[in-house]
């Protein structure tokens, strides 16, 4: 397992100089890594403790390359998830909770769904993200209006943008869903993956 | 999320005031009314996801004390607000954290997740509603205590709530049973007094998880898939830590060996000199031989045998494991080969491993990490994708279908052939044989079944999956193969089976319902018994 990735410089002061140096229009037909990175400063997201990757998806490993380009801390996993939450997980979330987030097989995100309840944590943002058979995918996304309704921008490069979506995915009131299916010949995946955010609930009272 | 719907029979005024109450109990955060922390109180496995039948609770709370469970339920009186409480509410298969009844409060006793006590001279452990399977052993093995547990599969579920819905466990006929390897229990009644059972009824007693029994009419069995009180603590009888698994294969030549072969495993099993074994049989791989075979309509014994002798190769392979010290098994083994041998010509016997303590994933490789004591979650897996489901299907999980048959092969058998023609009969995938095995998890039954998956993205299939579990209880049920739990779905009509001599049973449960729980505040509807305010609708409008 991939160690966590920490340094003396925050991601979110890395996150904001990167999007600084960008200019790219939104909506002028620019990348979803120009997009996402252009929306940062706006959008400052959790600092999570892990975001896991599927070892076995290339899908999987390329959105754990752009996170961990955004200096985000990725980690691949595998598909047996007693390990991950005994060994580790369960050990920082003793410390209090700690947002995770990743893009993984179905199970593993339902599992680690579950057990966050038990440290207050909740599954802020979900992507179900499913092959059709002939190179398109469709995404289901589930989670704060304000990024989702940006959410069609990950049809080039749907890897990329979905590392960089939940690299910025905040609390808020407002959720949504939006569906859309992105052409073949960009990632192909031949099975269903998940991409999600699990982060401390906010309070009700 | 659909609306959360409120309680049947209360008032917006007074739910609202009971809601008010439960925080000064619990503390606001703790309360849950919103619809982003009432999704976890849904059953993600639903068949009946999104629909007017999916059950769904009005409101959450999570005490941390025996107190506050007490004060919590003298609320609920007060308003006459149901309470469904739930440990660990990861009952998955069988409804999770949701309600039988829609507008009940969900009483999540998570947080109530202290190891009292494990004693490993004893062999015992006190523990509250909230400690999971991974909790208990992380404790056991943090202080090197040399005591098994019997862990659920998945591991992450609660001892108690488990225990309290007959759950099961896969090591020792003694410890698999987990209500009935339970020792002492203290309960809030509804009224919200506090009661302890056995020993605990005795002031000073120092053997409340020692012995079951104390003195009287034994009343523990009330609080077990039912709605009288909420369970606050319950003690288990541990295994302690054996020094050796010895795991092997048993096959047998014909068909008709396998009454022959369950019996001689069953004077093993039941002298306690093994756990549960495991019965299957090759012939049960699929193929284009096995479709046609099984293709108008259950074969008979000779076509069974002609379809055998076409496959070749063994009729039956029993899988046995034994727990203890080298020599106690190695001499159990020994004798299991010489009783069997001697019981049924041509029979083969191999030894497939031996594991020396202390057990742990890595040192049991591929085994099945609960034979040994182990918590874990390997059991997700069953939710990958199938290999009939499109390529943008996502399968979301199961219901449970496990009926109880006697412990014979001809019992065996016509579980298997009741589901067959349930399968038929509702237009399913046939896939139940004459070579199915069974699953033993009470000692002395086999039990027949499987899982049926759900998918929310696909309501049609859930309708499908609905009516086959329909049709398995009321056909298993016309048989005498009861179910020993079932979803919250179908809890009624599972118990409807139970119905000798005009629902004697039930109506007795119902007689003491009312007496103990007059308003009908503990969990209305459970494993179909609801208070006699709610017993004609059933909660519904």
């Known amino acids: 397992m991939a160690k966590h990735q920490?340094?003396?410089?925050?991601?979110?002061?890395?996150?904001?100089?990167?999007?600084?140096?960008?200019?790219?229009?939104?909506?002028?037909?620019?990348?979803?890594?120009?997009?996402?990175d252009t929306l940062l400063p706006s959008l400052p997201g959790h600092d999570f403790y892990k975001v896991l990757f599927d070892r076995e998806s290339p899908a999987a490993v390329a959105f754990g390359r752009r996170a961990a380009a955004l200096q985000l801390p990725a980690v691949e996993v595998g598909r047996e998830v007693t390990s991950l939450w005994y060994d580790d997980l369960y050990h920082r979330w003793q410390k209090g909770p700690a947002a995770i987030a990743g893009l993984t097989v179905p199970h593993v995100a339902f599992c680690l769904q579950i057990l966050a309840r038990d440290v207050g944590m909740r599954l802020m943002y979900r992507g179900e993200h499913s092959p059709l058979g002939d190179g398109r995918i469709r995404h289901r996304l589930t989670g704060p209006a304000d990024e989702l309704a940006r959410a069609a921008l990950l049809d080039a490069d749907w890897t990329q943008g979905t590392a960089q979506l939940v690299g910025c995915c905040q609390p808020a009131p407002e959720h949504a869903e939006v569906e859309f299916i992105s052409a073949a010949g960009h990632v192909a995946i031949d099975e269903p993956l998940v991409s999600w955010v699990i982060a401390p609930r906010v309070s009700q009272s | 999320m659909p609306k959360a719907p409120l309680p049947p029979g209360v008032s917006a005024q007074d739910f609202a005031n009971a809601i008010r109450e439960f925080k000064s109990v619990v503390g606001p955060d703790w309360v849950f009314t919103s619809e982003q922390d009432l999704e976890l109180y849904r059953d993600p496995y639903s068949h009946v996801w999104g629909t007017p039948e999916e059950r769904l609770a009005a409101a959450a709370l999570s005490p941390t004390t025996v107190e506050q469970v007490q004060q919590i339920v003298r609320i609920a009186n007060k308003y006459k607000t149901p309470l469904f409480p739930v440990s660990a509410g990861r009952n998955l298969a069988y409804g999770a954290a949701a309600p039988v009844m829609s507008g009940s409060i969900v009483l999540d006793l998570k947080r109530m997740n202290k190891v009292l006590a494990v004693d490993d001279k004893r062999h015992f452990a006190l523990v509250e509603p909230g400690v999971t399977y991974f909790d208990l052993y992380r404790h056991i093995q943090e202080r090197k205590l040399k005591v098994w547990i019997d862990v659920a599969n998945p591991g992450w579920g609660s001892l108690v709530g488990n225990a309290l819905d007959h759950g099961i466990g896969h090591t020792y006929s003694p410890y698999r049973d987990h209500f009935g390897s339970h020792c002492g229990m203290e309960v809030v009644l509804p009224n919200g007094e506090l009661m302890r059972t056995g020993m605990g009824a005795m002031p000073n007693a120092d053997t409340w998880q020692d012995m079951k029994y104390g003195q009287g009419a034994g009343v523990e069995g009330l609080f077990a898939q039912s709605g009288f009180g909420v369970v606050t603590k319950m003690g288990f009888w541990l295994a302690p830590e054996p020094e050796a698994v010895l795991t092997a294969r048993v096959q047998v030549p014909r068909y008709g060996d396998l009454q022959a072969l369950i019996e001689e495993f069953d004077c093993i099993e039941n002298s306690g000199l093994s756990g549960p074994p495991g019965f299957s049989s090759p012939l049960a791989a699929p193929g284009p031989d096995l479709t046609a075979l099984m293709a108008e309509g259950w074969p008979s014994l000779q076509q069974i045998e002609a379809y055998h002798a076409k496959r070749g190769g063994p009729a039956w392979t029993l899988s046995?494991?034994?727990?203890?010290?080298?020599?106690?098994?190695?001499?159990?083994?020994?004798?299991?080969?010489?009783?069997?041998?001697?019981?049924?010509?041509?029979?083969?016997?191999?030894?497939?491993?031996?594991?020396?303590?202390?057990?742990?994933?890595?040192?049991?490789?591929?085994?099945?990490?609960?034979?040994?004591?182990?918590?874990?979650?390997?059991?997700?897996?069953?939710?990958?994708?199938?290999?009939?489901?499109?390529?943008?299907?996502?399968?979301?999980?199961?219901?449970?279908?496990?009926?109880?048959?006697?412990?014979?092969?001809?019992?065996?058998?016509?579980?298997?052939?009741?589901?067959?023609?349930?399968?038929?009969?509702?237009?399913?995938?046939?896939?139940?044989?004459?070579?199915?095995?069974?699953?033993?998890?009470?000692?002395?039954?086999?039990?027949?079944?499987?899982?049926?998956?759900?998918?929310?993205?696909r309501p049609d299939k859930n309708r499908k999956a609905m009516e086959y579990y329909t049709a398995l209880i009321k056909n298993a049920g016309a048989a005498g193969f009861g179910m020993y739990r079932a979803n919250i779905s179908s809890q009624d009509l599972s118990a409807e089976q139970y119905s000798f001599n005009n629902h004697s049973l039930q109506r007795f449960r119902e007689l003491l319902k009312d007496a103990a729980d007059p308003n009908g505040i503990i969990s209305p509807g459970r494993y179909g018994l609801w208070p006699a305010r709610l017993r004609q609708t059933k909660g519904r409008a």
């Open chain 1, 6 to 36: 920490t340094g003396a410089r925050s991601r979110r002061d890395f996150l904001q100089a990167s999007a600084a140096a960008f200019a790219v229009p939104l909506l002028a037909g620019g990348s979803a890594a120009a997009w996402a």
């Open chain 2, 320 to 457: 046995a494991r034994f727990y203890g010290p080298e020599e106690t098994i190695r001499g159990t083994w020994s004798y299991a080969k010489r009783r069997i041998g001697a019981a049924i010509s041509g029979a083969t016997f191999d030894e497939t491993a031996f594991y020396r303590a202390p057990h742990t994933l890595e040192s049991i490789g591929k085994e099945n990490a609960s034979f040994f004591g182990l918590p874990n979650l390997d059991t997700f897996y069953a939710l990958r994708r199938r290999p009939d489901d499109k390529p943008d299907e996502q399968l979301d999980g199961h219901i449970d279908f496990w009926t109880t048959v006697p412990r014979t092969a001809a019992g065996l058998h016509a579980g298997h052939r009741m589901v067959y023609e349930t399968q038929r009969q509702v237009g399913m995938p046939v896939v139940a044989t004459p070579f199915g095995g069974p699953v033993i998890f009470f000692a002395r039954s086999f039990m027949v079944g499987f899982s049926i998956v759900t998918y929310r993205t």
